[in-house]
């Protein structure tokens, strides 16, 4: 559905876009993930008709939207996407049902159309009792309920997601997280997503692109892309687990080479050598399980634990080696 090529942008001499490919099927939520600075909201923005590309094309259902060197551009309010921003972008004096309603006034609809669209948009979101009151008198989530709803007025196809949860609440996050996904299902959307954050990411996502300096590092599936991260900086801007030198468990392995180890590779054995000694340095309870930190050889190990153990005692430990990952420097 949505074509990106090449795609490139500089502000200055400061190149802010390294060459992006990503192809996103119609109905897809994709995710580009990356911290602060990865060009993930000028890539986002580019796809919005926001920015212009300095250099490659991209395409929407066959048609070229954007590409520099052929000077095609079209105008954002020609794609007719939905954008959904973090930060709401309500009309403070303006109700709701008018913020809602005011895209579809700007392309020339008719009252009565206007008042029966944003009702059904409004119930979409849940948020029908609330059409006559003011963002103001609206908790954060509610106002970017609103935020979605004015996004699917117009009925596009294609919704875009600027760190829409960021402003919210870890609970009311994951909620709302839970709810956009489910909707833009229903309503066989394709969606983009911009954050910085993984667990949003992974809640949304069917698909998700690591952004690092300009460029997509890795793209899958949420599962695929926390299990086999491919590099180190990968691995730890995702925090996918331990990041380990391969010999801290093969001594005969290469000091140089690196494996990701996951967290629940690892667990306490109790009646049993084990494969590995190490020292409990903190532990902590969360989500009903221990995460339990010890100190091998110098190296930190981080590990969930159904059972408690010995505050700063050794303990014996078993790995799933069939769950190591081998990572590129």
């Known amino acids: 559905m949505i074509r990106i090529e090449n795609l490139q942008k500089s502000f200055g001499s400061a190149q802010i876009l390294k060459g992006i490919d990503l192809d996103i099927e119609e ?14 909201s000028t890539l ?109 007025a117009l009925s596009p196809k294609v919704i875009l997601l600027d760190e829409p949860l960021a402003s919210l609440d870890s609970n ?17 959307l394709t969606c983009i997503n911009v954050t910085h954050d993984r667990r949003e990411a992974q809640i949304l996502s069917d698909r998700i692109a690591v952004m690092s300096s300009g460029q997509i590092q890795k793209v899958g599936a949420p599962l695929e892309v926390f299990t086999n991260p491919q590099s180190v900086d990968i691995a730890k801007f995702l925090n996918a687990g331990n990041i380990l030198p391969r010999n801290v468990l093969s001594p005969a392995e290469a000091a140089s080479d690196w494996i990701l180890l996951p967290r629940n590779a690892v667990r306490i054995v109790h009646d049993a050598p084990g494969d590995l000694s190490a020292r409990v340095h903190d532990m902590v309870f969360i989500d009903g ?36 990952v081998r990572l590129d420097a």
């Open 27 to 40: 109905g897809e939520f994709v995710t580009l993930l990356g911290a602060s600075g990865c060009g993930k």
């Open 44 to 152: 986002l923005r580019i796809i919005a008709g926001l920015e212009r590309a300095g250099g490659g094309t991209l395409t929407y259902n066959g048609t070229v939207l954007d590409a520099a060197n052929d000077r095609i551009f079209v105008p954002t309010q020609a794609r007719q996407f939905g954008f959904v921003f973090q930060d709401h972008a309500l009309w403070p004096h303006l109700s709701i049902d008018d913020n809602i309603g005011f895209p579809l006034r700007s392309y020339g609809w008719a009252k009565p159309d206007i008042a029966r669209r944003v009702a059904e948009v409004l119930s979409k979101v849940q948020m029908s009792d609330h059409a006559g009151k003011y963002p103001r008198q609206l908790s954060g989530g509610q106002r970017q309920r609103v935020g979605i709803a004015r996004a699917l």
């Open 172 to 188: 009311l996050r994951d909620e709302l997280g839970h709810e956009i996904r489910k909707l833009a299902k229903e309503l066989g």
């Open 289 to 324: 399980r221990f995460e339990v930190t010890v100190d091998l050889d110098g190296h930190s190990l981080t590990f969930y634990s159904e059972t408690r153990p010995e505050h700063a005692g050794h303990v014996a430990l078993s790995v799933a080696r069939e769950q190591i």
